[in-house]
């Protein structure tokens, strides 16, 4: 697997450990190495951004599990930076697909994002939907169009798409300390109330991992739980799982884009309600079917691990 040791990866080896599949996963630095020691996985060391040895455990891997990504969290996000997010992401895939034999692998899961679906408005919409890239959607749409090709080749590739990942790391934990700390929310002005999906990272980990053997081929599968709700909704949830009060500060969309960048800007500012009747459909079951179980139990992990 690819980015093994990020927030989605590490919970997504511990399943697979669990469920008693020898994980091979790529890693960059020592740190990754052991902390996936840790969980059961053997580390690989290889960059998916340079050709080299790695490319055999790939190709000889019964399953391949992609998750890594060029970054996209912390700093401000320009324009530039997304255009080498997208040229990168495009040299990660053909280094790690190029190689891959139709022939012996079994499956792929790639992991994409909803960013990709973008603006969709107040209906619930399914995997047929027309895609209207916004915020990071832009900059993933050539990496998706190339995935054409391989699945042409015959590469055996099941698409994922997670709406937004919540958990006791990544971009939540900010919301977590904010709030603790009795501190101000910061949010966009006029979209505290635009509904999008999410799911918790405990669900998106097994939701891959059950499309490694339920998922059809060619097919792609949001990865959503049972009800969206609003930044507002998933913010008082939070605080309320925290006994803290809710204090947010709602910004103008132009100071927004001045602080973190005309991405994650743009990221903030649509709205989509996505179905997971269709993973749904494959027999998977939730076990945090909505942020009213899930965001309890992130809490009480990070007050926990504190």
Known sequence: MTGGSGFIGQAFVQHAVAAGHHVQALVRSETSAH???KLGADPISGDLLIAGQWQSAATGADYIVHIAQPPTFGGRVTKERAERYRSERLKMEANLLQGIDPGTIKRIVYVGGTSYYGQQGKDLKDESTIPNPHGWGPYIVDALDALKIYVAKGLPIVEAFPGGV????????????TLHARKRLVGLAGRSNNYASSVHVEDCARAILYLLDHGQVGQRYFLVDDRPSTNYLLAECTARALAVPLRTLLLPKFLVRLVIGPVIADALDYENRLSNAKLRSTGFQFDFPTIDEGIPDVVRKWLTAR
Do not use: I, P
């Open 35 to 37: 902390a996936l020691q």
């Open 166 to 177: 919540y958990g006791a790391g990544s971009w939540y934990v900010t919301v977590l300390e």
